[in-house]
């Protein structure tokens, strides 16, 4: 079955369900539950039963009643929704990062896209979306566990598994990638200072590199890895902190638990081959790199 969740509702009557959409039941308590709409069958919560037949007929933002008499308000999972609660195998990118990478790399319709590794696939879904359906999303997974984890969830997600995806599994060092063909590349995984070699020959002149790190020991390495390369211009470093607030009458404030951290991001560009970067014009912080060390070619 084909679905048109990842373009949306422009051709569908206003509130629409359809067999094969993924839905979020929500109940008086804020508790989500996600399903897939089938003909015929009927979804039991410990508030009473739900036939999915009810819900396709009562649409899109309806507020249905349980057998019991709960009421469950009903809408289209959004991607974000999807990814925090489908099945997992390596530790997903949040989409508060997804959506920084989508928009630092200038991902539109059309746009090339290369990644390692693809884990569960949450990345994957945000990519192919992004690209659209005249782009291309190539993801290198080398645990064929985990491959057969991102395949399920990118094709529960899209209905289907897109056209515009390939998947390899392998080490990404030993991808047998096009050279200068990428508008952009993520590097998600432990070890990417393993990967520059492999990365730089694939990417063309004025491609994104986003490396996403979950320490500070790591962005330290990729960072004067991608320096010592030479081919990328100077490396930035940033991370996202999305803080939720409670908001009731008078009591608005942030709430007092939050995902404070998952992860940084380093991002760089690509040079074209032969280019040099001009001297840096500030010069590296006192002790930045330990009294033993010597500048290249000093
Ligand atoms: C944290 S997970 C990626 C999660 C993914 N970005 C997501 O959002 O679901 C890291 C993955 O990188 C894979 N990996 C690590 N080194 C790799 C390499 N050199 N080549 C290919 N895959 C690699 C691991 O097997 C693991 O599945």
């Not at 694939?202 to 500070?216: E, F, I, K, S, W």
């Not at 009591?251 to 690509?270: E, K, N, Q, Y």
């Amino acid at each position: 079955m084909t679905t048109d969740r990842p373009y949306e509702t422009s051709h569908r009557a206003p509130g629409e369900l359809r067999p094969g959409d993924i839905v979020q039941l929500t109940d008086p308590k804020g508790r989500p539950h996600t399903i897939t709409l089938t003909e015929g069958k009927v979804f039991h919560t410990h508030k009473g039963a739900l036939a999915h037949n009810d819900l396709m007929s009562a649409g899109e933002g309806a507020v249905v009643m349980s057998s019991n008499g709960t009421g469950y308000v009903v809408l289209r999972s959004r991607l974000e929704d999807f990814t925090l609660g489908m099945p997992r195998g390596a530790a997903v990118i949040y989409p508060k990062d997804a959506a920084r990478i989508v928009a630092t790399t200038n991902l539109a319709n059309g746009a090339r896209v290369l990644e390692a590794g693809a884990g569960s696939g949450a990345l994957t879904a945000h990519l192919l979306t992004a690209v659209g359906p005249d782009g291309r999303v190539t993801s290198v997974e080398r645990r064929a566990d985990f491959a057969d984890i991102a395949t399920d969830n990118v094709t529960a997600w899209f209905g289907h598994r897109p056209p515009t995806w390939e998947l390899i599994v392998g080490d990404f060092v030993d991808a047998a990638l096009e050279p200068q063909f990428y508008d952009a590349c993520i590097l998600d995984m432990l070890a990417p200072w393993e990967c520059v070699e492999t990365v730089s020959a694939c990417l063309r002149p004025g491609g994104v590199l986003v490396v996403y790190v979950a320490t500070t020991t790591q962005l330290s390495r990729i960072g004067e890895s991608l320096r010592e390369h030479g081919g990328w211009t100077e490396p930035r470093a940033e991370e996202s902190m999305v803080r939720t607030w409670h908001l009731e009458g008078l009591s608005v404030r942030p709430d007092h638990r939050m995902v404070a951290h998952t992860g940084f991001l380093l991002i760089t560009r690509r040079l074209a081959p032969g280019a040099v970067l001009p001297p840096r014009r500030t010069r590296p912080a006192k002790g930045a790199y330990g009294e033993d060390y010597l500048p290249p070619g000093k």
